[in-house]
């Protein structure tokens, strides 16, 4: 059912997978027809997915791959890299804006494509190397900055970088350190840990310096209950997650990253059932099931992120999903408590939220949510199969070592 969406919501023209459906009943069925990269990306690693689990043949996969591939050569580009959106329908440019994390789960997905596929290696391999992530690379931080706002003459990058290693941007920066854009120690000057001077964020850090490529990295940490917690930015599993749908951090970072995650879902749990009484966990940016905020917005649980997303009783499934490869047991159980408690299963599987005070569910199914609740899925049913297939190429197998490093 998941898949479902993946096999329906896709323009039939353009062959681009839309980036959300409303389907309350008691109003008429709304889409989002607009897409981004991270959409694209993830739309990529689901028809591995369901072709890895038999729900499609390989003649569909590479049907479906070679005409959305087709289409992105298409697309309107800067400097290789793709804008933050896209109309699916007649494919002009929504928002002149360039996403440093969102190309990044685009490449990701091409990186999977081409190991999984050989016959649409050179389409995927020529995208990937006219992607240039030096631009997006700024050499006095250290950092890559969110993107690039080019409704501005000339084109500016933003203000910000990317500037935490426990967010969802870092498998763009191994992805940049693997095709040569940017120098590998690009990945030790991102910060651990905010720096203890930065007396706004949430915790004052505890740690300690440890040099790595003749960087002085602070390794710090936070601390919630017993556990030590590399923060987010905003506490939500979404940001310590997403990574491992391609990453194997379990595996090959026991020490730093890969036991983060698990200490992490530890606080997730411990935080929604035992501090805040919950029935189920799974905190993170989602749809809102009143439709405020627009119909969207960012959830956390604050002491776990530097800035510290608001928690207000909002959980989306998508989010303890994300934890299967950790704690298997009990997603599955907390995944059967949710439909036990909330009418939370449509048309395409899961329903994207609810609230577990109201009890209203919201009747959005959003690509991103949808395309990591599925590849988590296809991952734990294959033995992480698609983990495999990003690691088996030069770029990911190049910078393995820095995921082992500390």
């Known amino acids: 059912d998941s898949w479902l969406y993946f ?3 896709v323009d039939k023209r353009n062959n681009l997978p839309v980036d959300w459906i409303d389907l309350d009943e008691n109003k008429e069925y709304r889409i989002g027809d607009y897409t981004s990269p991270t959409n694209i990306g993830l739309y990529f690693l689901s028809i591995v997915g369901a072709y890895d689990l038999g729900l499609i043949t390989k003649e569909e996969a590479i049907l479906r791959l070679k005409n959305t591939l087709f289409t992105l050569k298409k697309l309107p580009r800067w400097n290789g890299l793709f804008y933050n959106w896209y109309s699916t329908t007649n494919l002009q440019i929504t928002r002149k804006y360039i ?4 190309n990044g789960w685009l490449s990701a997905g091409l990186i999977v494509l081409r190991q999984t596929f050989p016959e649409i290696e050179p389409l995927c391999t020529e995208i990937l190397k006219e992607m240039n992530y030096f631009i997006l690379y700024d050499p006095v931080e250290g950092k890559l900055y969110l993107g690039y706002e080019l409704f501005r003459e000339p084109p500016t990058p933003t203000p910000y970088h990317y500037g935490q290693i426990a967010t969802e941007p870092r498998v763009t920066s191994l992805i940049a350190i693997g095709k040569g854009d940017v120098p590998e120690d690009h990945w030790f000057r991102i910060y651990r840990t905010l720096p203890i001077s930065w007396a706004w964020q949430r915790q004052r850090p505890k740690g300690k310096y440890r040099e790595y490529l003749e960087i002085d990295v602070f390794e710090g ?3 919630y209950k017993d556990l030590k917690i590399v923060p987010s930015w905003g506490g939500s599993l979404f940001e310590f997650l997403m990574p491992n749908l391609v990453l194997k951090e379990k595996e090959l970072a026991p020490k730093s990253l890969g036991l983060n995650n698990y200490n992490v879902i530890k606080a997730h749990i411990d935080y929604a059932l035992n501090e805040k ?3 189920v966990w799974g905190i993170s940016p989602c ?5 405020r905020y627009g119909g969207y917005h960012e959830y956390g649980v604050a002491s776990l992120g530097a800035k510290g997303y608001p928690d207000e009783g909002v959980i989306t499934p998508y989010a303890s999903i994300l934890g299967i490869d950790f704690f298997p047991e009990e997603v599955i159980k907390n995944i059967r408590q949710m439909l036990k408690n909330f ?4 048309e395409y599987g899961l329903y994207d939220s609810f609230d577990v005070f109201t009890k209203k569910v919201s009747s959005r199914y959003l690509c991103l949510d949808q395309g990591m609740l599925f590849v988590s899925l296809a991952n734990y049913l294959t033995g992480g199969k698609i983990r495999e297939r990003f690691h088996q190429d030069p770029i990911i197998k190049n910078v393995e070592y820095l995921l082992s490093m500390e």
């Open 7 to 9: 096999k329906n919501l």
């Open 99 to 102: 996403s440093t994390v969102d």
């Open 221 to 223: 940490y936070y601390e």
């Open 277 to 279: 009484k919950y029935p």
């Open 287 to 291: 749809s809102t099931p009143d439709g």
């Open 343 to 346: 009418d939370l299963y449509g």
